[in-house]
């Protein structure tokens, strides 16, 4: 029971369906789906599609996507690997040739053909109720009649002028008036709208062939990519196993690599060696979260790449052996000082959506653009924002998750979903690039091991290492200045956190009482809300 003497908010409640989205047009529009005869995996594509509308700088249809469903709410979690591949020209000598060591951000070469609308549409087709253009008329409203700029999407906004302003389109579209809007201010995107609209008549083809492909291919091309037409025309995702491991007897799911799921799932088999008897904000508890995710994130540095086009040894990733061999690393009295050599991506936008409903369909649905308004190029007829997931790979020849044709780079963006006794426990997730694995592991924990409810586990302060091998924590201001002051005395250098850290969602089935539990965000500016 949270105290409500202190700033927060109750965790929703409701008996039929929930949602739980980072923004209310997105929560609204679920609900509406799911109240006229949508099932959840309807209400998340909706919802998602008005997020990359009313959210721009977090996601959009340019963008790669991952789902993880379970029917019925049963265990057999079904999951869908929606994230694109490389222009079949793109090879690392490209990169040698010109003198680059990583893939910049603002430039064509980091943009892998976008898988979020060859998701959305099979997942429609595959598991929906409602036919797409219903799914897709929420979102095509706001593009064409326009939305109210909210605080946090502000504030994201305006801190990617500069990079807007660089791009003609970009700016057109989302500069009016030279600036980012301001907080209750209208915007529209009528192009966006337009594609939207192209989409729900034609499906898939209305994005990937036709005058929106072309749109796309031209505008990277000016730009110096090499993405052709065949490329856009055959992209496609795919069904995937996910990946399992237990925690206190419950079942945690994810998406398998190319993902960063089963580093989640490390983190957690690492925590699993210890006890949960430590106080879950003191210095000694924050002191593990940090270690095993510095040490489970330098084995995804190592190791997690495309499985389509390296070997990646998911097996000993989770195995107990592995992750009691890290644990045993990790000494309380002070912060590791020799990890493996690992790379650390930054911070990036995504949104992540929860939604469960009547027939007790559980969907954990996340869609991203990678960094606020990926790479800054839009795609001038369309008004499709073009991501910059290419960042994540690697330039090093050898590496598994050197950049190669067609191959999928390293993602971060991960759904969860917790099953026990053969049903469906929660469906969850935490946006925030690189966190997201560690989010995952902290969320999953505080709720497990402390019995918190999903709400307060969220509202907790949060820190990050960021530092790779250097024991540097980005920390919240909330963070207690002792147990930081503590955690400094041990060697951890504290740096304080330039932006709030991740996000996150949840929906958690009580199937004694036949009702649902949402959560969300505070650091965000959506709602859950259910019927």
């Not at 008996?15 to 609204?28: D, G, I």
């Not at 041990?490 to 969602?505: H, Y």
Request: proline share 7%; aromatic share 6%; charged share 20%.
């Amino acid at each position: 029971m949270r105290n409500f003497e202190k700033p927060s908010r109750s965790a929703a409640v409701s008996a039929k369906a929930m949602a739980a989205t980072s923004h209310p047009y997105a929560t609204l529009a679920a609900l509406d789906i799911l109240r006229a005869g949508g099932n959840a995996m309807d209400a998340a594509i909706a919802a998602c599609a008005v997020q990359c509308v009313v959210e721009p700088g977090s996601t959009g249809i340019g963008g790669d996507c991952f789902v993880l469903y379970a029917p019925k709410g049963g265990d057999e979690i079904i999951a869908y690997n929606g994230s694109g591949r490389t222009p079949k020209a793109l090879t690392v000598d490209w990169f040698e040739e010109r003198g680059l060591t990583e893939v910049p951000r603002q430039s064509a070469s980091a943009v892998t053909i976008p898988g979020a609308i060859d998701a959305w549409t099979r997942l429609n087709a595959d598991h929906g109720r409602l036919p797409l253009p219903d799914v897709l008329a929420p979102a095509i409203r706001y593009a064409s009649e326009g939305y109210a700029v909210s605080p946090r999407v502000h504030r994201d906004w305006q801190k990617e002028e500069k990079l807007l302003a660089a791009d003609k389109a970009a700016a057109e579209i989302f500069l009016p008036g030279g600036r980012a809007p301001r907080i209750g201010e209208m915007h529209r995107q009528p192009q966006l709208a337009a594609t939207l609209a192209r989409i729900a008549a034609e499906g898939r083809d209305g994005f990937y062939k036709g005058p929106v492909a072309e749109d796309m291919v031209v505008h990277l091309n000016a730009h110096g990519g090499l993405h052709t037409l065949e490329d856009f025309a055959e992209a496609k995702g795919e069904y995937v196993t996910p990946v399992t491991t237990t925690f206190r007897g419950y079942t945690i799911h994810e998406c398998p690599p190319n993902g960063q799921g089963i580093i989640a799932l490390l983190i957690l088999n690492i925590l699993s060696c210890f006890d949960a008897s430590l106080p879950p904000q003191s210095a000694d508890r924050l002191h593990l979260e940090i270690e095993a995710t510095r040490l489970a994130y330098a084995a995804r540095d190592a190791w997690i790449a495309d499985p389509a086009k390296a070997d990646v040894p998911v097996s000993e990733l989770l195995s107990p052996e592995f992750a009691r061999g890290l644990a045993d690393r990790i000494d309380l009295t002070r912060a590791l000082t020799e990890l493996p050599d690992f790379e650390m991506p930054l911070h990036r936008d995504t949104v992540y959506i929860s939604i469960i409903d009547e027939d007790r369909n559980a969907v954990s649905f996340i869609n991203s653009i990678f960094d606020c308004f990926g790479t800054g190029l839009v795609a001038p007829r369309s008004g499709v924002i073009l991501h910059n997931r290419g960042q994540s790979f690697s330039l090093k020849r050898g590496h598994p998750n050197m950049i190669a044709p067609q191959k999928r780079p390293l993602h971060t963006i991960i759904p969860g979903m917790v099953t026990r006794d053969g049903r469906t426990e929660m469906s969850f997730g935490v946006m925030g690039g690189y966190y997201q694995a560690m989010g995952h592991a902290h969320l999953i924990s505080k709720v497990i091991d402390y019995g918190m409810d999903m709400q307060e586990a969220m509202d907790l302060p949060r820190l990050i290492p960021v530092g790779g091998a250097e024991p540097r924590v980005e920390a919240e201001h909330t963070v207690a200045p002792e147990t930081l002051a503590k955690l400094a005395r041990r060697g951890f250098e504290i740096v304080p956190a330039e932006d709030p850290i991740g996000g996150a969602q949840a929906v958690r089935i009580g199937w004694e009482t036949g009702t649902l539990t949402g959560a969300s965000e505070p650091r965000k500016d959506g709602i859950a809300l259910g019927y």
